[in-house]
């Protein structure tokens, strides 16, 4: 059996909604994920394009120079570790409560994120989901719309992998 697992259609969920603007939300369903059942080691790896949202314009907006700068920056990523691993039992269905902590980079720049996760075994199939939120300006990301209330200071991002 394979210690390392893979995907290559991970799902990541953008959600910046507000009470003034219910439309920044984007979903990326080609998120490339690893997991490394032995150490622990988890890595996810999203191409900023890749993000849909409902309203072409704010797709627009989302990759321009001023916000995510997807020419410059054309993907972001998460590499950290699945705290305590070896609780999990991968041969055995089950949820499992984890902690997930590590970097996540976004337009050149890493900040620590450290989130709950639920890793799932079901058989013989491992699905891991974690919810976060991160501050926008932490990645150099402002301007009207944020200071407007249009899009939260504080997006949710959730991650789902399934790994077969």
Do not use: R
């Amino acid at each position: 059996m394979a210690q390392k697992v893979t995907t290559t259609s991970a799902v990541v969920n953008f959600d910046a909604t507000t009470p003034k603007d219910a439309l920044p939300k984007a979903e990326n369903k080609t998120v490339i994920a690893s997991l490394d059942k032995t150490t622990g080691a988890v890595a996810f790896e999203a191409a900023v394009n890749n993000f849909a949202f409902s309203n072409p314009k704010i797709q627009e907006h989302f990759n321009a120079a001023t916000w995510m700068n997807s020419a410059s920056f054309p993907k972001f990523t998460f590499t950290g570790t699945v705290d305590k691993i070896n609780k999990i039992k991968f041969n055995k269905d089950g949820t499992y409560k984890v902690n997930v902590t590590g970097n996540l980079t976004v337009k050149g720049i890493a900040k620590p994120i450290s989130a709950p996760a639920t890793v799932t075994v079901a058989g013989g199939v491992i699905s891991a989901t974690s919810t976060f939120s991160v501050k926008l300006k932490d990645y150099e990301i402002t301007g009207a719309p944020i200071e407007a209330g249009k899009v939260a200071e504080k997006p949710t991002i959730t991650v789902t992998a399934s790994f077969n």
